[in-house]
């Protein structure tokens, strides 16, 4: 990030909140929140470091980092000071089936975007996305941005269960359910692919500043790789 | 692994739970663990066991189990009605139980989480480090879910040490109205004047809505002054959201890891063992402190309980 407009706030009174103020684009400022959350949670004393789609926030244990320090390794690594090279970024391609029982709300999405079904899937699989942030939900990953004309509003009531691997847009965002969980986003399509490995070192696919591809497949290549897992 | 306990009856929600997975936010990974981390902690020392081992975390009424063999088991938290073959059970207390035994935990009026420690601990998947159960992602403790009638438990066989007196000083004081302390959160500038007032002097109520993800503080509207759109920033058990309806929201152990709702205040580490006993109906008061007063005392209170909870309260 080239300018380094920030603002450190404290959260609780074991934690500090940096947001980044700058007009960067979102991809930008999102990555270089990741960078600073990776590169300062292995401090010893920090408890949590995590990166929102602005902001970055730390926990720290008082007994064995200040408040000071804590603050000022914060600080530092916000002004783009001492950050470790970050690694390349992987990048995934996910196999998504589109609409029917994988997708309920793609076809009344096509009412509000005033899109075909065919649209709306080309304009979905036609961009590589970015890893922006994770969370809300275990390993739940938000992708971004996506295409304009698919902005969209999440459900008013969000659903009590969304099943493991349902992809979905809201917002300028599109995300992917690793685990079922609830969810309000809208529901376009659903992936065979296996996104959490409860005995991994890294038990979730999606790790922020991963490029995401997203490849239509049929009902029948899904049933063939989901039964290859 | 050979049974130790069957469920009878699984009571209202019963799960099984430790200290939690800390550290795993980053991954949108919840703390999880016990609600009320400082109960089950003594009911597990009051046997000799880590602080840490799994338990049972009961909630407002709790489970009949059946022993099948002989074994120790301590309670604590919510003083709730609880009988070994009708015989009234006292709490924080290293028990003996014996082949066929009956354990019946019932209701409470005080209170909303009772924990059963088990000598040993109890057997549960574990993920990232913790036994924890974390029922919406279905993670954790007995198949990720809470206990069913049928459920067989067995146990992890820790190295247990000597059972330890609980003195009453040690144990915490549950009623039915709580004082609690928190400071004030990244966005409280954005409520009105008004509302920043009456939030740090408002007799609040529990709402309908009290769970491990979160309790519903009802009683008073709080009005936001600007409406800014805000990007999804971390949240952690204790902070206060406040979403447009105005009506304030204190997470707790398995909350989400980001939100996008202003965060108008955050409790105080030391004060966070005491959400795990509020329910619905509960009053709580909340006092305003400084950030450097909150360190002092959550501080001294960790070091006060250091041979309890070896970690500390900041978590």
Known sequence: MNNHDYHIAPFGENGWIATYLGNQNIVDKALFANSVADNIRSVNGIIDAVAGIDSVTIKFNPSILSAHDAHKRLEQLSEGAGMTAPMPNPKIEIPVCYGGEYGPDLEPLCNELDLTQEAIIERHTNAPYRVLAVGFAPGFAYLGPTDQILHCNRHKTPRPQVPAGSVGIAGSMTGVYPLQSPGGWQIIGRTPATLFDPDADQPFIFTPGTEVHFKPVDAKTFSTLEGAR | ?315
């Open chain 2, 1 to 315: 692994m050979g049974t130790f306990a069957t469920v009878v009856q699984a009571g209202l929600s019963t799960t099984i739970q430790d200290l939690g997975r800390p550290g795993y936010r980053h991954l949108g990974v919840p703390l999880s663990g016990s609600a009320d981390p400082l109960s089950l902690a003594l009911a597990n020392i009051a046997l000799g066991n880590p602080a840490s081992a799994p338990a049972l975390e009961c909630t407002l009424k709790g489970p009949t189990l059946k022993f099948a063999t002989e074994g120790k088991i301590a309670l604590g938290g919510a003083p709730m009605n609880a009988t070994i073959n009708k015989v009234p059970v006292e709490f924080y207390t290293a028990i003996n139980v014996s082949t066929g035994d009956t354990l019946t935990i019932g209701q409470t009026n005080i209170g909303a989480r009772c924990y059963i420690a088990f000598a040993g601990g109890l057997c549960a998947s574990s993920f990232l480090g913790s036994a924890s159960t974390y029922q919406p992602a279905a993670f954790g403790g007995h198949n990720g879910r809470a206990l069913t009638s049928g459920d067989k438990l067995c146990l992890a066989e820790l190295e247990t040490g000597s059972p330890r007196e609980i003195t009453p000083a040690y144990r915490p004081q549950i009623g039915q109205d709580f004082f609690i302390r928190a400071v004030e959160g990244p966005e409280f500038n954005q409520l009105t004047n008004d509302a920043q007032e009456r939030f740090f002097h408002a007799p609040w109520t529990v709402g309908r809505r009290a769970d491990r993800m979160g309790i519903q503080l009802s009683g008073l509207s709080m009005t936001l002054d600007k409406s800014l759109p805000m990007a999804s920033s971390a949240v952690f058990p204790g902070t206060v959201q406040c979403p447009p309806d105005g009506s304030p929201f204190l997470l707790s152990v398995d909350a989400q890891t980001i939100g996008g709702y202003p965060r108008i205040a955050q409790v105080i580490a030391a004060d966070l063992p005491l959400l795990g006993q509020m329910r619905p109906n509960s009053k709580v008061w909340i006092a305003h402190t400084s950030h450097e007063n909150a360190r002092e005392i959550t501080t001294q209170k960790s070091a006060l309980i250091a041979d309890i909870l070896p970690g500390g309260l900041f978590r």
